[in-house]
């Protein structure tokens, strides 16, 4: 029943249908799985003569009367009055009109609403109703918790009410329960057809939570189990790439002296975790998390040494052209200093690669089009996967047809929680770089004022002139959809005229976006690194991979726009050299919340307390912006539940301990099924 597709849901329209089907609802399971974030409380219902001026009630009674009328104001007021058997009352609505035609005398109607008195008159301004067929009628609306649910893509609480109301009260929920009673007592769950009962129509608030605990715990015990069995299944892969790691033991020692720096303790560590992993004949599948400027990418780069020293290839993936030559320009020179230095090749959409240069690199170097074009290498040992967080089973699967089954390192400048990490990424051993290399830059952050404004103008460019320096100014990011993209780009374009043309007509100023050609964006890229150009007006395009050492100022409009993991990722631009940077933030909001929000980020330079402090007041999908589309999204269990997160693991290690996964329960396996958790699914 469950499993039935939204189309069969009666006195539904096609349009509706579309509207469901748009935000992933497709079936009667996906429809209950369809949260809500909050109730509104309906719950006290009180005859019409007990009534009082302000009372929050629900009364319900016969309709008496329908009128629509007119102010001077040409306001136009739909009043209907019923009676309930101890009084009368005027039900008031504001340009409702339709009202007229659905509201008949003597019918029956539930109001919830506010009491409001009109000179001697009792009035109820009404928030929400219901037609009834008599006063007995259970209601959906009124007279309850309502369920309040997200309304997205033009669809309704109200019809997503009905239509919840509906398939729960039309399907059999006996049997979907996933645990055995032993795991329910455990942990103080209550049965899972209650919980989708309740939480969408609770009782009262402690069984609301009570369902939402239990509802949470399932999904966290999903993706938990979900991870496992992805990271059992690596675990029992051979791989033809052991690395000797003693034998070339001096080696690593040069290059790793050769360096510009000394390695933190942090990098020493990862290192030797991320070696340990290659030395084994079971692939390396590793997560590597630091904050901007720890130094992920000479990590990164020792392991492509350590390959290359075993006459293996590296792949290096980027998600961005600009990102991509970054790290071309970055391994070139690492390795710069040192005896017969790996090869390496750039593959862009700009740029190609014949079969001959592939075959004798050590390390490519590319976007996307490393896996998806049709590309032959010569014994991949090691690939590296940057600020992609869900390189999943559909990559892997691209590189078993290419015959390999390499070590896997993937890496992230986005701060995540370690609960969080540990939770969305539990398929992976995670390495972290937690301390930032002693030569960086300090950078300060400042909340600046609108007033201020002109002065900051006048700041930068005593600065320009003075120092030297360079500055970003970034546009507000909105949306990934083309619609508000075309936005950006024009907000950035009329910026990049305002200032070009009044602000700093003297100086050179440029223009970069994300829906310019590659070539264009590595033209103007290449005239900002030679000094060329003084300002670079751009949107987050240049969130991740530009590493310009004069850029030492950073200007971000807009910055309530961006979640403070994003605003960290891009402050990360500057500071790269060894002169004090400044970011510049100003909100187009007066707001106590966002002004809060903004000053929290001003103080603070370490991404994993920005990370917490965004997971706890924003959400999640706030850690990694909506550009991460492979990541699975969580529908009503919280990260920042400890607990939960604690109890499910422990939850899935006994579900395992003496279990294949072959032999899981047919209701667990149909549930990872049904939550079409992708690294999953395709697995």
Same mark, same amino acid.
């Given at each position: 029943?469950?499993?039935?597709? @939204?189309?069969?849901?009666?006195?539904?329209?096609?349009?509706?249908?579309?509207?469901?089907?748009?935000?992933?609802?497709?079936?009667?399971?996906?429809?209950?799985?369809?949260?809500?974030?909050?109730? &509104?409380?309906?719950?006290?219902?009180?005859?019409?003569?007990?009534?009082?001026?302000?009372?929050?009630?629900?009364?319900?009674?016969?309709?008496?009367?329908?009128?629509?009328?007119?102010?001077?104001?040409?306001?136009?007021?739909?009043?209907?009055?019923?009676?309930?058997?101890? &009084?009368?009352?005027?039900?008031?609505?504001?340009?409702?009109?339709?009202?007229?035609?659905?509201?008949?005398?003597?019918?029956?109607? *539930?109001?919830?609403?506010?009491?409001?008195?009109?000179?001697? #008159?009792?009035?109820?301004?009404?928030?929400?109703?219901?037609?009834?067929?008599?006063?007995?009628?259970?209601?959906?609306?009124?007279?309850?918790?309502?369920?309040?649910?997200?309304?997205?893509?033009?669809?309704?609480?109200?019809?997503?009410?009905?239509?919840?109301?509906? /398939? %729960?009260?039309?399907?059999? %929920?006996?049997?979907?329960?996933?645990?055995?009673?032993?795991?329910?007592?455990?942990?103080?769950?209550?049965?899972?057809?209650?919980?989708?009962?309740?939480?969408?129509?609770?009782?009262?608030? !402690?069984?609301?939570?009570?369902?939402?605990?239990?509802?949470?715990? &399932?999904?966290?015990?999903?993706?938990?189990?979900?991870?496992?069995?992805?990271?059992?299944?690596? =675990?029992?892969?051979?791989?033809?790439? #052991? %690395?000797?790691?003693?034998?070339?033991?001096?080696?690593?020692?040069?290059?790793?002296?050769?360096?510009?720096?000394? !390695?933190?303790?942090?990098?020493?560590?990862?290192?030797?975790?991320?070696?340990?992993?290659?030395?084994?004949?079971?692939?390396?599948?590793?997560?590597?998390?630091?904050?901007?400027?720890?130094?992920?990418?000479? /990590?990164?780069?020792?392991?492509?040494?350590?390959?290359?020293?075993?006459?293996?290839?590296?792949?290096?993936?980027?998600?961005?052209?600009?990102?991509?030559?970054?790290?071309?320009?970055?391994?070139?020179?690492?390795?710069?200093?040192?005896?017969?230095?790996?090869?390496?090749?750039?593959?862009?959409?700009?740029?190609?690669?014949?079969?001959?240069?592939?075959?004798?690199?050590?390390?490519?170097?590319?976007?996307?089009?490393?896996?998806?074009?049709?590309?032959?290498?010569?014994?991949?040992?090691?690939?590296?996967?940057?600020?992609?967080?869900?390189?999943? @089973?559909?990559?892997?699967?691209?590189?078993?047809?290419?015959?390999?089954?390499?070590? !896997?390192?993937?890496?992230?400048?986005?701060?995540?929680?370690?609960?969080?990490?540990?939770?969305?990424?539990?398929?992976?051993?995670?390495?972290?770089?937690?301390?930032?290399?002693?030569?960086?830059?300090?950078?300060?952050?400042?909340?600046?004022?609108?007033?201020?404004?002109?002065?900051?103008?006048?700041?930068?460019?005593?600065?320009?002139?003075?120092? =030297?320096?360079?500055?970003?100014?970034?546009?507000?990011?909105?949306?990934?959809?083309?619609?508000?993209?075309? =936005?950006?780009?024009?907000?950035?374009?009329?910026?990049?005229?305002?200032?070009?043309?009044?602000?700093?007509?003297?100086?050179?100023?440029?223009?970069?976006?994300?829906?310019?050609?590659?070539?264009?964006?590595? *033209?103007?890229?290449?005239?900002?690194?030679?000094?060329?150009?003084?300002?670079?007006? *751009?949107?987050?395009? /240049?969130?991740?991979?530009?590493?310009?050492?004069?850029?030492?100022?950073? @200007?971000?409009?807009?910055?309530?726009?961006?979640?403070?993991?994003?605003?960290?990722?891009?402050?990360?631009?500057?500071?790269?050299?060894? /002169?004090?940077?400044?970011? %510049?933030?100003?909100?187009?909001?007066?707001?106590?919340?966002?002004?809060?929000?903004?000053?929290?980020?001003?103080?603070?330079?370490?991404?994993?307390?920005?990370?917490?402090?965004?997971?706890?007041?924003?959400? $999640?999908?706030?850690?990694?912006?909506?550009?991460?589309?492979?990541?699975?999204?969580?529908?009503?269990?919280?990260?920042?539940?400890?607990?939960?997160?604690?109890?499910?693991?422990?939850?899935?290690?006994?579900?395992?301990?003496?279990?294949?996964?072959?032999?899981?329960?047919?209701?667990?396996?149909?549930?990872?099924?049904? $939550?079409?958790?992708?690294?999953?699914?395709?697995?």
């Amino acid at each position: 029943m469950l499993n039935t597709p @939204v189309e069969n849901l009666p006195y539904t329209s096609i349009l509706t249908i579309r509207k469901m089907r748009s935000l992933g609802i497709k079936t009667y399971w996906d429809l209950i799985n369809y949260f809500p974030f909050r109730y &509104d409380d309906f719950t006290t219902i009180s005859e019409i003569s007990k009534a009082q001026e302000g009372d929050q009630i629900t009364i319900k009674g016969q309709i008496q009367s329908v009128k629509s009328e007119f102010t001077r104001n040409r306001l136009n007021i739909q009043k209907v009055e019923v009676f309930d058997g101890t &009084d009368k009352i005027t039900l008031v609505w504001f340009n409702q009109y339709y009202l007229i035609r659905l509201l008949k005398e003597g019918g029956y109607l *539930s109001v919830s609403g506010e009491i409001k008195y009109r000179g001697k #008159k009792k009035q109820l301004f009404s928030k929400s109703y219901e037609l009834l067929r008599g006063l007995n009628q259970e209601t959906i609306h009124t007279g309850r918790l309502v369920p309040v649910y997200p309304e997205k893509s033009g669809l309704s609480s109200r019809t997503i009410r009905e239509k919840i109301f509906y /398939v %729960l009260g039309n399907s059999d %929920l006996s049997s979907i329960e996933i645990f055995p009673n032993s795991i329910l007592r455990k942990y103080n769950l209550v049965p899972e057809p209650y919980a989708y009962q309740q939480i969408h129509f609770p009782k009262d608030k !402690l069984t609301s939570h009570s369902s939402r605990q239990r509802l949470s715990f &399932d999904e966290l015990f999903i993706v938990q189990l979900a991870a496992q069995i992805v990271r059992n299944n690596w =675990k029992k892969e051979k791989t033809g790439y #052991k %690395l000797n790691i003693k034998k070339f033991d001096n080696h690593i020692k040069q290059f790793i002296k050769s360096l510009p720096f000394e !390695l933190t303790n942090a990098q020493k560590k990862s290192t030797k975790e991320m070696l340990g992993d290659m030395s084994k004949d079971i692939p390396m599948n590793r997560f590597l998390q630091g904050d901007v400027g720890a130094g992920k990418t000479v /990590v990164a780069a020792i392991g492509c040494m350590v390959s290359h020293l075993n006459n293996y290839q590296s792949l290096f993936m980027a998600p961005t052209e600009i990102l991509a030559n970054q790290h071309y320009q970055t391994l070139t020179e690492l390795f710069s200093k040192i005896k017969n230095p790996p090869k390496i090749t750039l593959i862009t959409g700009s740029i190609k690669a014949s079969r001959e240069s592939l075959a004798k690199s050590d390390i490519v170097i590319g976007t996307h089009a490393l896996f998806t074009q049709k590309l032959e290498y010569n014994k991949v040992g090691f690939v590296v996967i940057d600020e992609q967080h869900r390189f999943g @089973v559909v990559q892997r699967a691209l590189l078993k047809e290419k015959g390999m089954n390499p070590h !896997l390192l993937t890496m992230t400048a986005t701060p995540i929680p370690r609960t969080a990490a540990l939770t969305l990424y539990g398929e992976l051993d995670l390495s972290e770089l937690d301390e930032m290399p002693k030569y960086k830059a300090q950078t300060k952050t400042y909340y600046v004022p609108k007033k201020k404004r002109k002065k900051m103008y006048l700041w930068i460019r005593e600065k320009i002139i003075s120092e =030297k320096t360079q500055v970003f100014i970034i546009c507000p990011l909105i949306d990934e959809s083309e619609h508000e993209t075309m =936005k950006t780009v024009k907000a950035a374009t009329k910026e990049y005229e305002r200032l070009s043309t009044k602000v700093f007509p003297d100086l050179t100023v440029d223009l970069l976006h994300g829906r310019m050609k590659a070539a264009e964006k590595e *033209s103007i890229m290449q005239k900002f690194k030679n000094n060329d150009t003084q300002i670079l007006v *751009s949107t987050s395009v /240049v969130e991740v991979g530009i590493d310009i050492k004069n850029a030492t100022i950073m @200007v971000i409009e807009g910055a309530e726009r961006y979640g403070l993991a994003q605003l960290h990722q891009l402050r990360g631009r500057i500071g790269r050299g060894s /002169v004090d940077s400044y970011c %510049l933030i100003f909100s187009e909001k007066e707001n106590p919340r966002i002004e809060s929000r903004l000053k929290f980020f001003s103080k603070n330079n370490n991404g994993s307390k920005i990370a917490e402090y965004d997971l706890q007041h924003r959400g $999640y999908g706030e850690l990694f912006g909506t550009r991460q589309h492979g990541l699975f999204e969580l529908k009503i269990a919280s990260l920042t539940d400890f607990k939960t997160i604690k109890n499910t693991k422990t939850a899935v290690q006994e579900i395992l301990k003496d279990t294949m996964v072959d032999d899981l329960d047919e209701k667990i396996k149909q549930r990872l099924s049904q $939550y079409n958790i992708e690294r999953i699914a395709r697995d």
